[in-house]
């Protein structure tokens, strides 16, 4: 095989076989091929497709690219959540805690910051000294010992992706529905768990912007998931205004914080015990009501809190942190964005404020880049809140201040005002299983 001839077949429409795919996976693990190449492979999955059958297939090779973790001897039920991606999307720092305080597994692999989003493993990382990037010996012995591991795509676990992850950062090629579902559902078939839950983002702060495409991503995702004989489901969830009130590393991990201990924002609370209710279904724990109730119980009762701090300390990090959030250190330099006039916000470009976040250096304009953990944006303000000219609509955090300048006109290019509020828009949209996609009864 050359690969020319497979980017040649894939950009004129064709469909790739399991052996073609192999071929592709396998080389870009090698080395064999070389970035460039990955690259136009990609530009041409994005602009041609996969079919279903080439979806599962790259999907299972990727998955097949290292390691398989085995933790079939560990006693309970391994669970795993994932999201798509989003802006102040912090849901793993709350959910994973509250499921392992009510009794599952909880062994996720996580990925770092890509485009506009941020990403899980750059949040905790903000911790000092955890550690994200565990080998696979390592992984499974803090998740044998604590119930709880957050880790990054180190050691050997899906290598592949790994790879082509990091390239579709920096090609504009993020927003391809098969790339998207090959990627996640390869980390989660290589990380071992008996249950996923995936949390597939819609609006103008995710990869996908109709709710529909996000339900047709999630039935795509649930199948390959079910093939692979693992218990999967998702939820729907909207991303077009973002989530809680914090976007940038320690910030989002300081209102995590808060949040399970009680006070963070609302619509942050109800979407984590929304997810952790759901994994804690999916893996036969209750009704859809008696996992709620014990998502809530374990915020209630500090257990959730404890098992973040079980695992920050498991995982190399200061504990402390957990205890006295006050102890993450500050940016340098922080300053309002002030609302124009008066009215009615109508609406947030959620993807261009997390644009503004990465000219502050919260995010990566390229691969590999260093990100500052104490930038960010702490929003005053969200759509359909009344504000008067001169009000904060928000404060930038950065250690650069050169950076304000762009970042403020970045963020007041991504709001609209109005003198009439918004329609409200549903946090749950529908939850999709293998059989069935139940819509929210608010759409």
């Given at each position: 095989?050359?690969?020319?001839?497979?980017?040649?077949?894939?950009k004129?429409?064709?469909?790739?076989?399991?052996?073609?795919?192999?071929y592709?996976?396998?080389?870009?693990?090698?080395?064999?091929?070389?970035?460039y190449?990955?690259?136009?492979?990609?530009m041409?999955?994005?602009?041609?497709?996969?079919?279903?059958?080439?979806?599962?297939?790259?999907?299972?090779?990727?998955?097949?690219?290292?390691?398989?973790?085995?933790?079939?001897?560990?006693?309970?039920?391994?669970?795993?959540?994932?999201?798509?991606?989003?802006?102040?999307?912090?849901?793993?720092?709350?959910?994973?805690?509250?499921?392992?305080?009510?009794?599952?597994?909880l062994?996720?692999?996580?990925?770092?910051?890509?485009?506009?989003?941020?990403?899980?493993?750059?949040?905790?990382?903000?911790?000092?000294?955890?550690?994200?990037?565990?080998?696979?010996?390592?992984?499974?012995?803090?998740v044998?010992?604590?119930?709880?591991?957050?880790?990054?795509?180190?050691?050997?676990?899906a290598?592949?992706?790994?790879?082509?992850?990091?390239?579709?950062?920096?090609?504009a090629?993020?927003?391809?529905?098969?790339?998207?579902?090959?990627s996640i559902?390869?980390k989660?078939?290589?990380a071992?768990?008996?249950?996923?839950?995936l949390?597939?983002?819609?609006?103008?702060?995710?990869?996908?912007?109709?709710?529909?495409?996000?339900?047709?991503?999630?039935?795509?995702?649930v199948?390959?998931?079910?093939?692979?004989?693992?218990?999967t489901?998702?939820l729907?969830?909207?991303?077009?205004?973002?989530?809680?009130?914090?976007?940038?590393?320690?910030?989002?991990?300081?209102?995590?914080?808060?949040?399970?201990r009680?006070?963070?924002?609302?619509?942050?609370?109800?979407?984590?015990?929304?997810?952790?209710?759901?994994?804690?279904?999916?893996?036969?724990r209750?009704?859809?009501?008696?996992?709620?109730?014990?998502?809530?119980?374990?915020?209630?009762?500090?257990?959730a809190?404890?098992?973040?701090?079980?695992?920050?300390?498991?995982?190399?990090?200061?504990?402390r942190?957990?205890?006295?959030?006050?102890?993450?250190?500050?940016?340098?330099y922080?300053?309002?964005?002030?609302?124009?006039?008066?009215?009615?916000?109508?609406?947030?470009?959620?993807?261009?404020?997390?644009r503004?976040?990465?000219l502050?250096?919260?995010?990566?304009?390229?691969?590999?880049?260093?990100?500052?953990?104490?930038?960010?944006?702490?929003?005053?303000?969200?759509?359909?809140?009344?504000?008067?000219?001169?009000?904060?609509?928000a404060?930038?955090?950065?250690n650069?201040?050169?950076?304000?300048?762009?970042?403020?006109?970045?963020?007041?290019?991504?709001?609209?005002f109005?003198?009439?509020?918004?329609?409200?828009?549903?946090?749950?949209?529908?939850?999709?299983?293998?059989n069935?996609?139940?819509?929210?009864?608010?759409?």
């Amino acid at each position: 095989m050359h690969m020319i001839d497979l980017i040649t077949k894939k950009k004129q429409g064709g469909a790739l076989s399991r052996a073609e795919l192999d071929y592709i996976v396998c080389g870009a693990v090698r080395g064999d091929i070389p970035d460039y190449q990955l690259s136009a492979f990609l530009m041409a999955v994005c602009f041609r497709g996969m079919t279903a059958q080439e979806t599962t297939d790259l999907t299972l090779s990727m998955a097949r690219s290292g390691d398989m973790a085995d933790l079939s001897d560990i006693p309970g039920v391994k669970a795993d959540k994932h999201s798509t991606g989003g802006v102040g999307d912090k849901t793993t720092l709350a959910v994973a805690p509250i499921a392992a305080a009510c009794g599952l597994v909880l062994a996720k692999m996580s990925g770092r910051g890509l485009g506009h989003t941020g990403g899980t493993v750059d949040k905790l990382e903000s911790i000092p000294g955890f550690r994200t990037e565990l080998s696979g010996e390592e992984f499974r012995a803090i998740v044998q010992k604590t119930g709880i591991c957050v880790a990054g795509q180190s050691g050997n676990l899906a290598p592949a992706d790994k790879k082509l992850y990091a390239l579709r950062d920096v090609t504009a090629t993020v927003d391809s529905m098969p790339l998207i579902a090959s990627s996640i559902m390869s980390k989660k078939l290589a990380a071992g768990a008996d249950v996923i839950l995936l949390d597939v983002k819609y609006g103008s702060g995710a990869f996908l912007a109709a709710p529909e495409d996000a339900v047709a991503l999630a039935k795509r995702m649930v199948e390959i998931g079910t093939a692979a004989g693992r218990r999967t489901a998702a939820l729907i969830t909207d991303m077009d205004v973002p989530l809680g009130l914090a976007i940038g590393n320690s910030l989002e991990v300081r209102e995590a914080i808060d949040s399970l201990r009680g006070h963070g924002p609302q619509d942050y609370t109800r979407v984590s015990v929304a997810l952790a209710a759901a994994l804690l279904s999916l893996a036969g724990r209750g009704t859809a009501d008696e996992c709620r109730r014990m998502a809530e119980d374990a915020i209630r009762s500090g257990a959730a809190l404890a098992k973040l701090r079980e695992m920050t300390e498991a995982q190399g990090g200061d504990p402390r942190y957990i205890d006295e959030p006050s102890r993450f250190p500050r940016a340098a330099y922080t300053e309002p964005v002030s609302a124009p006039s008066d009215g009615y916000l109508q609406h947030m470009d959620t993807a261009q404020i997390g644009r503004a976040s990465v000219l502050l250096g919260a995010g990566r304009e390229r691969a590999g880049e260093a990100i500052d953990h104490a930038a960010g944006i702490v929003l005053a303000h969200k759509t359909g809140d009344f504000v008067r000219q001169g009000e904060p609509l928000a404060w930038l955090h950065t250690n650069h201040p050169a950076a304000f300048a762009e970042a403020q006109a970045s963020f007041l290019s991504a709001l609209a005002f109005g003198s009439t509020p918004p329609s409200p828009r549903a946090e749950i949209y529908a939850y999709v299983t293998e059989n069935q996609v139940i819509y929210h009864r608010n759409n």
